[in-house]
């Protein structure tokens, strides 16, 4: 969609990190010298445009309420307006801290490998303070999993960084309030990763603090054991 070098609302190109079916991400920066930031864009025609808006927009809406130094920092956010006549939606952008390193997947053991338990008892007691917080702010996250769990810095036999690692709680796009009563199905499909999806979340019950605590207990499972 972008290349590097390109000008997106303001900020640089200087990295694609990564993408799916709805937004690209990029690494990105100011000409203020304020340092990398994420930037996330909604592609302009993704099917179902207007969930993946309303779900962009509650990224942004949600997460910027939450203050947290294991929580990723929400910037600002915007609309790329599409030139008169073309045929392609406005595009959402969203400016979020940059983590440099990779998702906690990356901490997950390979068969017949153990597990960094150092690393995963540091990470797992700094989103269990994450989740804390949200949850003192009245909001659940109900999709914690590895892959929403992004770390400081690379992990694994192939680097020689003896950094502590530390872990950010990331991706709030299908948060909700604690008093929020809007239906938790969509033509019958349950949002959220079915491998760590509570009981409750699976019936399209209401949801207690308790859906987080339920997830979190199987990404630690995950990350010490390889089971997903």
């Known amino acids: 969609m972008f290349e590097v070098g390109d000008r997106v609302a303001g900020f640089t190109i200087d990295e694609f990190i990564g993408g799916g079916a709805s937004a690209d991400v990029f690494r990105a920066h100011r000409d203020d010298g304020s340092g990398p930031v994420a930037l996330k864009v909604l592609h302009p025609n993704a099917s179902d445009h207007a969930r993946v808006r309303e779900r962009f927009e509650r990224e942004y809406g949600i997460a910027s309420l939450l203050h947290h130094p294991h929580i990723v920092t929400m910037h600002s956010h915007g609309e790329i307006e599409t030139p008169r006549g073309s045929a392609h939606r406005p595009t959402l952008w969203l400016a979020m801290q940059y983590v440099p390193g ?11 490998d153990e597990p960094d338990v150092d690393a995963i008892l540091r990470v797992a007691a700094q989103i269990a303070d994450a989740l804390d917080h949200a949850h003192r702010q009245e909001i659940i996250h109900r999709d914690v999993k ?76 995950a990350l010490f054991t390889g089971v997903t």
């Not at 990779?102 to 017949?112: E, F, H, M, W």
């Not at 909700?176 to 409750?200: C, H, K, M, W």
């Open 146 to 221: 590895p892959g929403n769990i992004l770390l400081s810095r690379p992990v694994g036999p192939d680097t020689d960084d003896d950094t502590p690692v530390d872990a950010l709680l990331s991706d709030f796009g299908i948060a909700q309030f604690l008093d929020d009563t809007r239906p938790l199905a969509r033509n019958g499909r349950v949002q959220g990763s079915i491998g760590y999806a509570s009981p409750e979340l699976l019936q399209a019950q209401r949801l207690p603090p308790a859906t987080d605590i339920y997830a979190f207990a199987c990404t630690l499972v």
């Open 102 to 112: 990779p998702s906690a997947t990356a901490l997950v053991p390979p068969a017949d």
